[in-house]
């Protein structure tokens, strides 16, 4: 009798426990689609996705017919595992229309597209007000004239604190653990981490060195950058499953709760 796979630290590619405990590519180009039509864009045939690392939005993306993606990482080897990942996800046409770019998301210039995204709190890596501006404002001039920039962000008050949040999944636990926080300037260090069910564990598994940046703060250097509106879509709450929804509604106030995850939706 075979003996039963078990999921282990040493047999875990980091990138897909990643991918499932803290991504939803279906949901995010589903997100994409309904921004384009909320706001009149016309139909988005061209991303970019900055700090792309594995690009698996990006590889979701040009599954759709006659639909590019640019997908842009600092990291040369993240590309490298973004690419063998695309080959075994997508067919060889789709692959044709997916741009693997090693370069700086801060000054990088490409074909202009219909949409830049800026997920998973990526570019918190700007930790100074003027680089954060720098960065927008080249995403504004690579966009086209309809374009649309989206971006996320979290907050509450456990967002100042140190802690670690476990999630359990099937074969494994996703940790989240906020190391260390500095009030002075906002800086802010985190890690993830995977426990096993053998008992095993993979720490710090992805390392995260930012700025805990404000809501304010953010619309007010997107308009910095030029963008005529900034818009705040906060995810909604399942009251009779009494947890966080899958859905976002656009707000222009919200309760002050422990915590939130909020998308930031910019036109150019």
Not at 126 to 152: A, H, P
Not at 170 to 187: A, C, E, L, M, R
Request: charged residues 30%; positive net charge.
């Amino acid at each position: 009798m075979k003996r039963k796979y078990q999921l282990t630290a040493k047999n875990a590619d980091i990138y897909d426990l990643y991918e499932q405990s803290v991504q939803s590519v279906e949901f995010e180009v589903e997100f994409i689609n309904k921004m384009f039509k909320r706001y009149n864009r016309g139909i988005c045939l061209d991303i970019r996705e900055d700090f792309c690392s594995s690009a698996f939005i990006s590889t979701e993306w040009v599954k759709a017919k006659n639909k590019n993606a640019y997908a842009v990482d600092i990291d040369k080897s993240a590309l490298k595992i973004a690419h063998e990942k695309a080959k075994n996800r997508i067919s060889k046409e789709q692959l044709n229309r997916l741009f693997l770019i090693k370069g700086n998301s801060l000054n990088v210039k490409l074909k202009k597209v219909n949409c830049i995204l800026a997920t998973n709190f990526s570019y918190w890596v700007f930790k100074e007000r003027e680089s954060l501006k720098k960065y927008f404002f080249n995403t504004y001039n690579n966009l086209k004239k309809n374009g649309i920039f989206i971006l996320d962000a979290f907050g509450g008050y456990e967002a100042h604190q140190e802690l670690e949040e476990k999630t359990k999944h099937k074969n494994f636990t996703y940790v989240w653990d906020q190391s260390s926080f500095n009030p002075i300037n906002n800086d802010l260090t985190c890690y993830i981490h995977f426990e096993f069910n053998d008992g095993s564990k993979i720490n710090k598994a992805f390392k995260y060195d930012w700025r805990l940046w404000s809501l304010p703060e953010i619309t007010e250097c997107l308009k910095a950058a030029g963008f005529k509106q900034v818009d705040i879509y906060m995810q909604g709450w399942d009251k009779k499953k009494d947890e966080e929804s899958d859905k976002f509604y656009c707000v222009k106030k919200c309760d002050a709760d422990a915590g939130w995850i909020a998308y930031i939706v910019a036109l150019r």
